[in-house]
């Protein structure tokens, strides 16, 4: 790998300008040695499995699923797609349906495999701020279906979750992705890409938490 320019892809973790999900822990971050007083820093995190920019495993939905030290690195590295649906946000459209979608994948657009799709909603500008948590854009069961059909094995979010809290339709993208045994990342900082639309080189790669359904990921992207 010898990239050009490294994109950041991740929230900074500040316990003072961060967005949780309704009802997970908090983040906090405490020092708890000093170097006036003991010659050395060292600072407690506390911090949910799904804090910040992080990796969704397929056991955090299913009991006997991958936990995330189980998922190959492989799988979390690649070729990306980043599929720009900034303007049917601010049209004020909430839910992305397959038609939104299937242009990105109609056997003329690509012949390569898309195992990485990241969608760019430019909801990224509302990290820390009570509109991050509401009226998000979110992908309903039919486009995750697709999706998976498609060989799509990693989707990727610049939202809370890629489903809508409480929706009338479930966690359909969450049951769908994590029961083939494929992973979602979600919290997504996609500032940095507000000119790209294409194909981005991308690292995933989250904590090895052993047992986990999930782990924070320092996310990036390049261009080779």
């Not at 600072?43 to 499995?49: E, I, Q, R, V």
């Not at 900034?86 to 459209?93: F, K, M, P, Y």
């Not at 009226?135 to 999706?147: D, G, I, N, V």
Request: overall charge negative; proline content about 6%.
């Amino acid at each position: 790998m010898n990239p050009k320019k490294l994109i950041d892809l991740s929230h900074k973790l500040d316990p003072s300008n961060i967005s949780i999900y309704p009802g997970d822990p908090i983040y906090t971050c405490t020092q708890t040695s000093t170097i006036p007083k003991d010659g050395y820093s060292v600072h407690t995190f506390s911090l949910g499995s799904h804090t910040g920019t992080h990796v969704d495993a397929p056991s955090h939905w299913f009991e006997h699923g991958k936990t995330i030290d189980q998922i190959g690195l492989d799988m979390l590295v690649g070729r990306a797609w980043v599929i720009d649906l900034r303007e049917i946000v601010e049209r004020g459209e909430r839910k992305i349906t397959w038609d939104h979608l299937s242009s990105f994948f109609a056997p003329e657009s690509e012949s390569e495999m898309k195992k990485i799709v990241v969608i760019q909603t430019g909801w990224s500008r509302y990290w820390g701020k009570p509109d991050y948590l509401q009226h998000y854009p979110f992908l309903c069961r039919h486009a995750a279906q697709e999706l998976v059909q498609c060989g799509v094995e990693v989707l990727a979010v610049d939202t809370l979750s890629p489903d809508e809290i409480d929706g009338p339709g479930g966690y359909g993208v969450h049951e769908v992705f994590l029961g083939a045994g494929k992973v979602l990342v979600e919290n997504l900082n996609l500032s940095g890409l507000e000119s790209i639309d294409g194909k981005v080189t991308v690292s995933f790669i989250p904590l090895s938490l052993a047992g986990s359904d999930g782990a924070p990921v320092r996310a990036f992207a390049w261009f080779e």
